[in-house]
């Protein structure tokens, strides 16, 4: 549906903002889609079938949602289906189609009448792709029954305007309209071409009977909508009933009906209410079948807390999916770079890190426990305390060590990275890495499962370069899980190994470099740290029991590291390095060194960062080593 003039009418739904159209291609059918917005991704699918879409638009979610307007198979600027075969699956199909291309694993499902349709099928299809439904004056049901019951709705409606010439005229295009389903007339192929227009003159027509009060609309609108039509001959006939299926639904799912809707009335929202297990309902009571376009205020305010109620929900159930044991430690270091957004010169900017602090704490808020604080409390903008200082300052200046590092690699052409222990690393989303760089990250099970949740949350899946999980114990055989990956051990590599050898023995240390150094092609970089000696928990001043809890659980992770000294440990590998302190590290950005890190103390904690690169071929290697 779009204004029939050129001026833009008003309401917070309309004006359509113009968005750039993309396009995805399943088995050689182009499905035409469009973007806007940030957050959590809504797929919006409209009805028809063969309805343009461009009346379904939600600028006012823009600002917490990523919308994404789909113009349905056999509609607007998507393709008809060569087969005719428009099931609701095949629509899903599609729709799952653009998830995976803007790399969301779930989204919400925001489907309008017929789109409404397809939303349920694909609730009951692919459940594990929903983070919700948003059902928009739709039924469960696509049968003979349906019409029945809207021609009883349409007499009710010319009815209650018996004075309005234009209900009588729409009263009688749906007679007209069923005289012709019942007998149709085989219309000559030229025609067809005809057929979408007809289709159009048709909903001009018929469409006073879709709103609750057309002329309020039009009032309201300061224009006469019109709805936009795409009429494929080989649409085959589609019945579809998913009533004694609808409690295998369990997604969270909001019901919306208009009281005037006479295609859709509200007693089909009531049966999905009904029978869903986790649904709410929501009737419009001054709308008929476009709520959003009769109600836009009152829409958006449903849609707007039934998605912030749905993500509080999915916040708590994070609690079950925080990383266990080690895993916990990445947590941390995510907390403790979500604090440097609160220095006057931030060294960087960690968009999931703060993610992950709003989670966890709203997990943590609900169980407690799991309670144990990975910094401190959101909001809390007193001046950090020595523990949290210590933490915040070695994790920040470490990163930027690393930041810089990669991005020294990417400048000198490198183009495959590993980052080993992963964890919540976003350093693949966030440091601008060429579009033809690959990073493979790797970390353990439910550490990546966690990071990609969390992912999902933010709406921040999308790399400007490649991100390929890579699930490994490093203290095993891990080489073969990144080259099923595509690593390429030919090319240059630089490695990430932030975080993780003071969680090592000594042996694990050695495996991992050598699997490294085997795995690296001559010009292969590789940026490590590790304590010396290990911090024992009374190192670091704790002002009370939680932030002693902390540090003594980080501790108590805390095995030997790495053999030898960082230049010999790596020059017995074959590597070149450049070594230097945390403590240098933090005074060359001009900030107090921790107490930890300062010298002449009785038990010195040094913690050392080096940069090597190897220059030998893996053959001059071998030879070398013979
Ligand atoms: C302190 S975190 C550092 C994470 C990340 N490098 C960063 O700086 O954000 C330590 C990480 O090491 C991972 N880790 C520890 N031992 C591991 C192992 N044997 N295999 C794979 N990952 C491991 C943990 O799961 C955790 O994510």
Partial sequence: MKATDNDRPRGSVMPEPHLETRFIEVDGVRQAYRVAGEGPVCLVHSGGPGGHSDHLRFPALHEHMTMVYLDPVGSGESDLLPDGDYSMSRYGDFAAAVLDELGAQTAYFLGHSHGGFVALQFGIDRPERLRGLILHSTAPVNAPLLMENATREMAAFVERWPSRPEAVDAGLAWKEMRAQEAAPVEKPADDLA???????????????????????????????????????????????????????????????????????????????????????????????????????????????EFTRATELAGGARAAETLPPDVGWTGLLTAHMRALEARHKSPLFNDPLAKTVVDLVHRATRTDPDVALPTGPAPGNTAELTETWYMLSTYIGVRTRYYDERMRAAAAEGVRQFVILAAGLDSRALRLGLPADAVVYEVDTEPVLRFKESVLDAAGLKKAGCERRPVVADLRGPWAAAVSAEGFDPRQPTMWLIEGLFMYVSAEGCEHVLKTVTDLSAAGSHVALEYFEPIPRADDVSTVNAAERAVIERIVSFFQSGPPLPPERWLATHGWGSEVTTIAREIAGHGRRIPEMFQNGRPHEVGLWLAHGRLESSRTERAAASR
């Fill in 194 to 304: 005809d057929a979408s227009e007809a289709k159009e003159r048709y909903f001009a027509r018929v469409l006073p009977a879709y709103f609750a009060d057309f002329r309020k609309t039009v009032a309201d609108l300061g224009t006469t909508p019109v709805l936009r039509y795409t009429v494929d001959p080989n649409r085959l006939p589609v019945i579809w009933d998913v009533r004694n299926l609808l409690h295998t639904i369990q997604a969270p799912t909001l019901v919306i009906a208009g009281a005037y809707d006479f295609i859709c009335a509200p007693v089909y929202a009531r049966t999905i209410a009904a029978g869903l297990p986790n649904a709410r309902l929501l009737e419009l009571p001054e709308s008929g079948h476009f709520g959003h376009i009769e109600q836009p205020g009152d829409f958006v305010t449903a849609v707007l």
